[in-house]
């Protein structure tokens, strides 16, 4: 039911349902308290969406939903707003002195992948389990304590206290590159120079780190023609993003649209 809250979303004289806005609404962050951010933002993308999907049927488009994974693919409605773009939008790739003028604006940002040397402690716990993340992480905090004090007993307090196999090398995981380790183990060492300690424990899925980082070897600035085609589907990508932007806010421009703020978007 509609609720000065909670309007009707209305693209073009076409009622769109509650229930697709509210799911899509799950996809949006607001305060806590104020459900109305959350379901104002979900009513703009949803009537974009609607926008696309009613320009796709006007040209007559059918859908042809893709691979996307193993066993999965588009839904019908996801085809057929890439059919859509797919025709309408069409973008020029960059030329030579584009794509070298990018590299130009600071070669150092291409880089071979670091490499890490690294040692850690875990306090092995299951995340989803409030009491033993908890006391994992109480027990963590205490030897992060410890390890930074003592950096020379790093090594002994993992033979001693880590639930990780690597306990019998002293903590040692040996080198690591990017794509290694879980994302948020190698968020981490992104932020520590050589010889840091973290001095809290940091959570992955696998549960509290002490993590010491015992050498950083930067990856090397690699010539232009190595990054090139990186650099070319990069440009390539941006122009089409705002290409399609600008498709679909004219789109918007043309449209009859109550329920939805696409001025604010």
């Known amino acids: 039911m509609a609720t000065a809250l909670f ?16 799911a899509e609404a799950q996809n949006h962050d607001a305060p806590r308290g104020k459900p109305g951010i959350a379901w104002r933002k979900a009513a703009n ?3 974009v969406r609607t926008l696309l999907l009613q320009e796709a049927r006007r040209r007559g488009l059918r859908p042809h939903p893709a691979e996307v994974g ?6 019908d409605e996801e085809a057929l707003i890439r059919g859509l773009l797919d025709i309408a939008v069409d973008v020029t790739p960059p030329t030579e002195d584009e794509i070298r ?3 130009a604006r600071d070669p150092a940002r291409f880089r071979a992948p670091p490499l890490w040397e690294v040692s850690h402690i ?26 930074v004090q003592t950096p020379r007993a790093f090594a002994d307090l993992a033979r001693a206290h880590s639930d990780c196999g690597s306990k019998t090398a002293g903590g040692a995981l040996g080198q690591l590159g990017p794509g ?4 948020e183990f190698e968020a981490v060492l992104r932020t520590l120079v ?8 940091a959570l992955t899925r696998h549960g509290w780190h002490v993590v010491r980082m015992e050498a950083v070897a930067e990856g090397a600035v690699l010539p232009f023609e190595a990054v090139r085609p990186r650099i070319s589907d990069a440009l390539e990508k941006a122009a089409w993003t705002r290409a399609a932007r600008d498709f679909a806010d004219g789109l918007v421009a043309a449209a009859d649209i109550s329920g939805a703020d696409l001025g604010a978007v």
């Open 45 to 47: 993308a949803v009537a």
């Open 180 to 183: 290694d380790t879980v994302p």
């Open 70 to 75: 193993p066993g999965r693919f588009e839904t």
């Open 7 to 22: 309007p009707d979303l209305v693209v073009n004289g076409e009622t769109v349902p509650h229930a697709v806005v509210a």
């Open 194 to 201: 050589a010889g840091e300690i973290t001095p809290a424990p």
């Open 101 to 103: 003028a990018e590299w």
């Open 122 to 147: 875990l306090c092995a716990c299951d995340p989803r389990d409030p009491a033993q993340t908890r006391a994992a992480q109480t027990r963590a905090e205490g030897l992060a304590a410890l390890a």
